[in-house]
């Protein structure tokens, strides 16, 4: 690591607010890429007849475990969880229950000594899709099965704002980074170059700033599926302009410095001296302007959703939790889990950028 980049990492542990918020979101968004391991309706490891199986990675035919259905197990089935302990007996489709029991107390059925099976379970033994079978109405208070309650449709709440944290988070990053990537470009290319450059560039985006975004994402999903993907593009598409007039200023007041007419004169390319003499300067005011983006990333998904113009309802969006809120008011802990997850997500956020702007900051040193 370069005497540089010591003294940036040494500026961003110094902030410990932006440290410790650092940690909890990698863990929290740890977790959250582990969603499929933390949150699933699948168990994490199958054994059966002393083989080993991962449904959570892989399909297995309920005829795998001496069922009658080619289609995939459904593992919270009393037949099905019967014929994995016991190993495959005829008997599970007729009591399955009292052959469970049979075979977790003796290691036999109906007298014959069978080899065990086990499964094991994620943590929270739902996905975000699973509609469970309540004995009560929906959406359904929090208690000992589901820790933060089920929304309208019978699904768990925690298991979604998994989901949805890596999906709002992830949508965020690559937003972010995408519309980094173009606004510094086109605003290096501005601000360095100057002359009809820049008076072009700026007139296009007077235009394409001018377009609403809402009314083509609206016409976009009458035509297509709105899909994560579709989602992002469009996203970038209107969003690459926010960069653009920070890095233009910080091109336009560093082209002509010294050490930039010095490399000139020496003949150094043009390219060369934007990515690195001129890039770096401008790199404090551009990561002032990340979390903004970042969190407006985040703000935009959850409103698609929340207006139905986003992803599909069934996607783990927390956009759709809010709205769930909306329209069930007397299940308060929908909004309450949709408000406090947002908070936190979008509070660490900030403060992370803000020790990463700190850091970048020249007159920033380490104490």
Known sequence: MSALN????????????AFWSLWIFAVLFGLSLMAEVVAND?????????????????????????????????????EVQCLIVSGGSDACFDDPESVMAEAGEHGTVDGEPIEKGWMLWPLI??????????????????????WLGTDDTARDVLARVIYGFRLSVGFALIVTFLTSVIGI??????????????????????????????????????????GFWLLVILTVVFGWTALVGVVRAEFLRARNFEYVRAARA???????????HVLPNAMVATVTMLPFIT?????????LDFLGFG????????????????????????????????????????????????AFDPRKTFK
């Open 311 to 358: 992803l599909p309802s069934s996607a783990p969006s927390l956009g759709e939790l809010t709205l769930q809120a909306k329209q069930n008011l007397q299940a308060p802990w929908l909004g309450f889990t949709a408000f406090f997850t947002f908070a936190l997500m979008l509070s660490l956020l900030v403060f992370i950028f803000e020790g990463v702007r700190d």
């Open 266 to 276: 020496l003949g150094v390319s043009d390219g060369t001296i934007m990515w690195r």
């Open 125 to 146: 033994p739902f996905s975000y899709d699973t509609v469970n079978n309540l004995d009560r109405a929906a959406p359904s208070p929090p208690d000992a099965d589901h």
């Open 6 to 17: 010591k003294r940036r990492w040494r500026n961003f542990r110094s902030n410990g607010r």
């Open 185 to 226: 470009a086109a605003g290096a290319v501005q601000g360095y170059f100057g002359g009809w450059i820049d008076l072009t560039f700026q007139r296009l985006i007077e235009l394409w700033s001018s377009t609403p975004m809402l009314y083509v994402i609206i016409i976009v999903g009458a035509i297509w599926q709105m």
């Open 295 to 303: 969190a407006g990333a985040i703000g935009s998904l959850a409103a």
């Open 42 to 78: 699948r168990p994490i490891l199958v054994s059966y007849r002393g083989e080993w199986m991962v449904p959570v990675a892989k399909f297995y035919p309920e005829t795998a475990f001496g069922g009658d259905f080619r289609t995939e197990a459904d593992y919270k089935v009393p």
